[in-house]
């Protein structure tokens, strides 16, 4: 198998199919697998094993849910047309499934504990391991496509995947300079403004409803934040209010900086950009707001 047909692979995981809904299942799914490889590990993974670690990965990284189900990519991906993900045992599972299984012909999660693992087929196991630039180029592939640049270092922390040169995306230098001009190049949180010489320093331009996900690069979907409140937007510490208040997280907590840097914001309205025309639109916030943000937000006060 050629380095091309890998990577297309990869690329062809039929993942945002469900309109805005972000499904990050099987990214990371597939990410926390090479992650194994790579360290040399064996290509199958046991499910009963890796169940904790999937259901973290997706509590971190994932929507805000109530029950995290990492049986679903585990048992799903064997489903993509491109063959990335085999369970040898599955006719086992399946047998349960015609049984009593269930409408979706979702594996049980007992089954799956028991008969459940799973793997990339070896040839591509093989050359995942031994060309490990080709799983670089699909870990940062899956990572472009699912994720804002914010989540890619705290992912590869997590599935123990260290990139060799950080692959910097140079896209759109016009939403940078169009967002940031709109907020007078400061943050529209904390105000943060700081620059070198002429030039903004840690100050971003933000999506509110990704680019991953199909959000457009237009001010109306673009906040300009300092480099702690990117970070922090983008994994759902707060979010804004359709009056664009500023509403954080109940699951957010700390000491050192908590009230400084978030709570003295809360409920607060953001810094308005300069034209009516480039507030947030509703539908991005709405998105934010359903799609990222570790709902409900704390009391008023
Ligand atoms: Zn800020």
Redesign the pocket.
């Known amino acids: 198998m050629t380095r091309e047909e890998i990577i297309q692979k990869f690329q062809n995981l039929n993942i945002w199919k469900s309109k805005d809904q972000r499904a990050v299942h099987k990214p990371l799914l597939v990410l926390y697998a090479i992650g194994k490889l790579l360290r040399g590990e064996n290509r199958l993974i046991s499910y009963a094993d890796a169940e904790d670690d999937l259901r973290n990965l997706l509590k971190e990284f994932g929507p805000l849910k109530p029950n995290h189900r990492p049986q679903y990519p585990f048992w799903r991906l064997r489903n993509e047309k491109d063959r990335i993900w085999e369970i040898p045992d599955a006719h086992k599972i399946q047998e349960y499934i015609r049984k009593d299984g269930t409408s979706t012909g979702d594996a049980r999660i007992d089954e799956l504990r028991r008969y459940g693992v799973g793997g990339f087929p070896e040839p591509i196991a093989y050359q995942l391991q031994q060309q490990p630039q080709i799983a670089f180029e699909v870990v940062q592939n899956v990572l472009n496509a699912h994720f804002p640049f914010s989540y890619h270092s705290d992912i590869l922390q997590t599935v123990g995947i260290v990139l060799p040169i950080l692959q910097f995306q140079s896209r759109i230098p016009d939403f940078r300079e169009n967002v940031l001009r709109a907020y007078n190049y400061s ?1 529209a ?2 105000g ?1 403004d700081v620059k070198l010489r002429n030039q903004p320093v840690a100050l971003e331009a933000s999506h509110i409803k990704w680019h991953q996900a199909g959000g457009p690069d237009t001010e109306v979907n673009g906040l300009a ?2 480099s ?2 990117h970070k922090l937007f983008d994994r759902g510490v707060f979010t804004l209010s359709v009056k664009l208040e500023i509403l954080v997280s109940e699951y957010a907590y700390g000491s050192v900086g908590f009230d400084e840097w978030l709570m003295k914001f809360h409920n607060q309205k953001i810094n308005f950009p300069q034209r009516q025309a480039y507030h947030p639109h509703e539908d991005f916030i709405h998105w934010h707001l359903k799609e990222v943000f570790k709902w409900p937000e704390r009391e008023k006060i």
């Open positions: 943050c949180v904390c943060f934040l300092c702690l409140h």
